[in-house]
């Protein structure tokens, strides 16, 4: 499946985000564990200042329709721009979050116009191609601050694979670099692994916390 033709299956579901029973705690906790590595290495001479919109700026890739990272962002003082590949996802984003940036696009191919304090990719990043993953993890690695922190989540397999699956009504893709696959990818574009975790074994939902590095003078 291509990225559009997954933004139009979201089209489909958008409603599940909209249910009350959904659970709004979804990967919060896991952000907080995130937005605490932003500040933790880096001393106060090598830290990019956050004395403007720009220095900074958040970015929620895959950002849905419900809002809940962005307002958890906000209270952090950081200005936030979401990107999501469905129509109808965004619509209903636009609407809780009026004054906030929307782009709408395929985060593969999409030219990020800002570098970025913090980047959230939390459960996106497997629908993406499993022959795009790991030139996207460079880009989003690429497009952080010195001392920026990502969060992603990804399928914590060994080996990298690709399926699809109805469970959700429309067919769904999902692909995984595997674990080494993502290390190997972080490293390489000079990042720290910050925090991987398995939260929801048996499951292998996984997601990762990485940080740019920051010159040394």
Same mark, same amino acid.
């Given at each position: 499946?291509?990225?559009? +033709?997954?933004?139009?299956? !979201?089209?489909?579901?958008?409603?599940?985000?909209?249910?009350? @029973?959904?659970? #709004?705690? /979804?990967?919060?906790?896991?952000?907080?564990?995130?937005?605490?590595?932003?500040?933790?290495?880096?001393?106060?001479?090598?830290?990019? *200042?956050?004395?403007?919109?720009?220095?900074?700026?958040?970015? =929620?890739?895959?950002?849905?329709?419900?809002?809940?990272? $962005?307002?958890?962002?906000? =209270? &952090?003082?950081?200005?936030?721009?979401?990107?999501? %590949?469905?129509?109808?996802?965004?619509?209903?984003? #636009?609407?809780?979050?009026? /004054?906030?940036?929307?782009?709408?696009? =395929?985060?593969?191919?999409?030219?990020? *116009?800002?570098?970025? #304090?913090? %980047?959230?990719?939390?459960?996106?990043?497997?629908?993406?191609?499993?022959?795009?993953?790991?030139?996207?993890?460079?880009?989003?690695?690429?497009?952080?601050?010195?001392?920026?922190?990502?969060?992603?989540?990804?399928?914590?397999?060994? +080996?990298?694979? +690709?399926?699809? &699956?109805?469970?959700?009504?429309?067919? $769904?893709? !999902?692909?995984?670099?595997?674990?080494?696959? !993502?290390? #190997?990818? $972080?490293? +390489?574009?000079?990042?720290? $692994?910050?925090? %991987?975790?398995? @939260?929801?074994?048996? @499951?292998?939902?996984?997601?990762?916390?990485?940080?740019?590095? %920051? *010159?040394?003078?």
């Amino acid at each position: 499946m291509t990225p559009t +033709e997954t933004g139009l299956a !979201y089209d489909q579901i958008t409603q599940r985000w909209t249910r009350p @029973e959904f659970n #709004r705690n /979804n990967g919060i906790a896991q952000h907080k564990t995130a937005l605490s590595f932003l500040d933790v290495f880096a001393s106060k001479t090598d830290a990019p *200042p956050a004395t403007s919109s720009l220095s900074s700026l958040a970015l =929620d890739v895959g950002c849905g329709c419900t809002g809940r990272f $962005i307002d958890l962002l906000h =209270d &952090n003082k950081l200005v936030v721009e979401g990107i999501d %590949i469905s129509k109808k996802m965004l619509a209903l984003a #636009r609407e809780k979050h009026p /004054n906030n940036t929307f782009y709408f696009g =395929d985060i593969c191919t999409f030219d990020l *116009p800002h570098q970025y #304090r913090f %980047i959230s990719a939390w459960d996106c990043l497997w629908h993406v191609p499993l022959q795009s993953q790991a030139a996207l993890i460079t880009k989003l690695c690429n497009a952080l601050q010195p001392g920026g922190v990502f969060i992603f989540s990804c399928g914590g397999v060994d +080996e990298p694979g +690709e399926h699809t &699956n109805t469970t959700m009504g429309p067919e $769904i893709y !999902y692909a995984s670099l595997g674990i080494n696959g !993502y290390v #190997r990818h $972080i490293i +390489e574009a000079d990042c720290f $692994i910050r925090h %991987i975790e398995y @939260e929801q074994l048996p @499951e292998f939902h996984t997601y990762f916390v990485v940080q740019k590095a %920051i *010159p040394q003078k």
